[in-house]
């Protein structure tokens, strides 16, 4: 089975300031279509997680371009350019290309200024 | 719009059984593969069951593997879980979603506490 990782599990920020998060698989998320089924969620307490980027770097509809994705194979990032308050919470990195030993998300890292 | 709607959340006694619905609107249930995500108090988001569009491909995490079973009545677009002999690490926030690897679209979450 495909084991996630992620890169801090707290991470203290600054508003106005950038911040970073690595998200680690424990092999390849290439599809064998060729695409790579990583995305990134944010929850915030006592809500339904909210998906942030799909494949890897692509954004989905209404999430601010402050946001980004990056990364191929078995390691990725999501980059916040300008912290923002509404941007504190957890943020999980989510495998989706390998269906059948399932879906599997990374532990979590906790936002926080 | 896109909505998932869950039902059937509720407290149970440890041994007991428990089925949960998604009645999905605002796109083409029969086309979509669906997933189950669970949420422990105070953990971080475990994935436990997928389906495919036609129902004929499932998925169980080993936590649930043998005790639960996923289901979809794609003349009703329903999602269903059934929950057989519940645990109390079973008691979580159990979510719907519409395939995550193509769509953002969760439903609002139902609670599940297993406990006596």
């Known amino acids: 089975d495909v084991v996630m990782t992620q890169f801090p599990l707290y991470l203290p920020v600054t508003l106005g300031q950038p911040a970073s998060i690595s998200c680690r698989a424990s092999q390849s998320l290439l599809h064998t279509d060729g695409r790579t089924f990583l995305s990134w969620f944010h929850q915030r307490p006592g809500q339904s997680p909210r998906r942030l980027i799909y494949?890897?770097?692509n954004r989905d509809s209404g999430v601010p371009d402050r946001f980004s994705g990056s990364g191929s194979g078995t390691d990725f990032t999501l980059i916040i350019s300008r912290v923002e308050a509404d941007d504190v919470g957890v943020y999980y990195c989510m495998q989706g290309t390998h269906w059948a030993p399932g879906i599997k998300f990374g532990p979590g890292t906790k936002v926080d200024i | 719009e896109v909505e998932l709607l869950q039902s059937g959340g509720d407290l149970v006694q440890p041994g007991g059984s428990l089925r949960l619905s998604c009645a999905a609107s605002?796109?083409?249930?029969?086309?979509?593969?669906m997933s189950w995500v669970r949420q422990a108090p105070g953990k971080g988001l475990e994935w436990i069951s997928s389906?495919?569009?036609?129902?004929?491909?499932?998925a169980y995490a080993d936590s649930v593997r043998g005790r639960f079973t996923i289901s979809r009545d794609n003349s009703k677009n329903m999602l269903s879980l059934h929950m057989n002999s519940l645990r109390g690490e079973d008691t979580a926030v159990y979510y719907c979603?519409?395939?995550?690897?193509?769509?953002?679209?969760w439903g609002q979450g139902t609670q599940v506490t297993v406990s006596s």
């Open positions: 979603a519409r395939d995550p690897n193509w769509h953002p679209d």
């Open positions: 494949q890897v770097s």
């Open positions: 389906i495919d569009y036609s129902g004929a491909r499932t």
């Open positions: 605002g796109f083409s249930f029969s086309t979509c593969d």
